[in-house]
């Protein structure tokens, strides 16, 4: 299940997403907001999630079915320790 946090809050993300994607118009145009604050958000992924956009999914769901984030075609970013 997919998380929305900007990069600057991503970093308190749960350990379970290990990398992000960009939403669709990151980042002046985008609609998808962090969770946390009122930034622009990425779209974290699991392992699982991140095979599957590797396979070509882009539309992903989070943990409720309240909405979805279409991910752009730039490729998977590794969270930087």
Known sequence: ???????KCGT?????YSAYVFPI???ENSALI???CNNSGVIWLTEEEQEAY???QR???G????????????GINNLIK
């Open 1 to 7: 299940m997919a998380l929305s946090r900007c990069l």
């Open 12 to 16: 308190r993300k749960p350990d379970k």
């Open 25 to 27: 118009s990151y980042p």
């Open 34 to 36: 962090c969770g946390l």
């Open 54 to 56: 590797r396979s070509g």
């Open 59 to 61: 539309i992903f769901g």
């Open 63 to 74: 943990d409720t079915n309240v909405a979805k984030f279409k991910a752009d075609e730039q």
